[in-house]
């Protein structure tokens, strides 16, 4: 069973060899502080996604409240549509701002990178992730990045890692433990009713390729009540599991290797924690919009 409380690897204290570089890219704070009134209106922004898939979280505790640590989540369907709701929760239980690791695409809109900036995003590259670590920051990173979140319809909450690795690396350069976090519910809400693969597609992946674009990273067409784009009601569920500590892995000869082992390790504590949220979600009777009206009539 997951451990959803308190406990875990102790955080590790950054290696000597981390140092902190004086900028990040794009002119990005190293240091962020949202304001209260810049958290109220992410919370307004939040609320009526907030209000429609009801969210539980589970272990949260299991986030160190300080030291630098990695939070190493799976992209949903679409990517960014459920990973928000996760900043201003761990906010207020354990007192961190998550620095989350950005597309470079998304990064290169002037206005969208900037609002980012203030929350705390940064474009992904290792010197912003390290430089971060080097802090003592909270980072959450997805190894399945883009290509996770443009699902294909036999991939539902699939991880496609694709032996990426280079979070670990990061984790055992920078003496950061790894928590494991899991989401599930977006992917219930749509169905997918186009992918990149299909046939119809092909024009769309043309236009990518000339752009300079991958075509496989192309969002598929989902539908979610009856024919539109509006969401179904499906709850959202979160865990982040027990840390896990890269310290077994530091000073290995072969840093490849090592990267992989602990990469291998993450991904099964990841998974772990996606079957209690399974479990979870079949246990509850307020899954859904009506089950939840039901369980309020209850109440009342």
Request: contains cysteine.
């Amino acid at each position: 069973m997951s451990q959803h409380r308190s406990g875990g690897a102790t955080p590790a204290a950054p290696r000597s060899g981390a140092t902190v570089s004086g900028t990040l890219t794009d002119g990005a704070p190293l240091r962020v502080s949202p304001s209260g009134i810049e958290m109220r209106l992410l919370d307004a922004v939040l609320a009526p996604l907030r209000a429609w898939s009801s969210p539980r979280f589970y272990g949260l505790e299991n986030i160190p409240a300080d030291g630098p640590v990695l939070l190493v989540g799976n992209h949903n369907l679409l990517g960014g549509i459920d990973a928000p709701l996760l900043l201003p929760e761990v906010l207020r239980r354990r007192g961190r701002l998550i620095r989350g690791l950005a597309e470079n695409v998304l990064m290169a809109v002037p206005g969208v990178r900037h609002v980012l900036h203030r929350y705390g995003v940064v474009r992904g590259t290792r010197a912003n992730c390290l430089a971060l670590l080097a802090r003592g920051e909270a980072v959450i990173v997805f190894p399945g990045g883009s290509r996770e979140a443009a699902r294909r319809k036999n991939e539902k909450y699939t991880l496609k890692w694709d032996g990426r690795t280079g979070f670990a690396r990061m984790a055992i350069e920078a003496g950061a433990p790894i928590v494991p976090v899991a989401m599930i519910g977006i992917d219930d809400a749509f169905d997918i009713v186009l992918d990149a693969d299909h046939p119809v597609m092909r024009p769309v992946r043309w236009a990518a390729r000339a752009l300079g674009l991958p075509a496989g990273l192309i969002p598929p067409v989902v539908r979610g009540i009856g024919p539109t784009v509006v969401p179904r009601p499906e709850r959202f569920y979160f865990a982040a599991g027990a840390p896990i500590d890269p310290a077994p892995w530091r000073g290995a000869p072969d840093v490849a290797t090592a990267a992989t082992e602990l990469a291998g390790v993450v991904r099964k504590g990841l998974e772990e924690e996606l079957r209690f949220l399974f479990a979870e979600r079949e246990r509850d009777s307020g899954r859904g919009l009506v089950g939840r009206v039901k369980g309020l009539l209850r109440r009342l």
